[in-house]
């Protein structure tokens, strides 16, 4: 079966920090662009951060740069998102995908999300006090 996993979320006050994995089972992640996407309560699903296969390419939305960090470790077929500095506005329920036939760009995150359906779980992420 073919999937990919996020771990790591947890509540974590203001400013503080946390470490979002994406582990795959089934294929390996080293062809394909991989994103990091939200969805906050009450809002639509928001493209965060992507990491190109095989060209070190990132992409951060300008709300998060800065703060995150994207990288992989092909090796282990996982990608990390770090996440710094954390604010209120950063919880959100946080998803990777692959991009599908999408470069790692901000018009690949944003579209993406209109074609992909097959999200994961998640993991939450609660910033606050």
């Known amino acids: 079966q073919v999937q990919l996993v996020e771990s790591g979320g947890g509540l974590v006050q203001p400013g503080g920090s946390l470490l979002l994995s994406c582990g795959a089972s089934?294929?390996?992640?080293?062809?394909?662009?991989i994103g990091w996407f939200r969805r906050a309560p009450g809002k639509g699903r928001e493209g965060v951060s992507c990491?190109?296969?095989?060209?070190?390419?990132?992409y951060y939305t300008d709300s998060v740069k800065g703060r995150f960090t994207i990288s992989r470790d092909n090796a282990k077929n996982m990608v990390y998102l770090q996440m710094n500095n954390l604010k209120p506005e950063d919880t959100a329920r946080y998803y990777c995908?692959?991009?599908?036939?999408?470069?790692?760009?901000?018009?690949?995150?944003?579209?993406?999300?209109?074609?992909?359906?097959?999200w994961g779980q998640g993991t939450q992420v609660t910033v606050s006090s």
């Open positions: 990491i190109g296969s095989n060209d070190g390419t990132t």
């Open positions: 995908s692959t991009l599908g036939y999408y470069h790692c760009s901000g018009y690949g995150l944003r579209t993406w999300i209109y074609e992909y359906n097959d």
């Open positions: 089934g294929f390996t992640l080293d062809l394909h662009a």
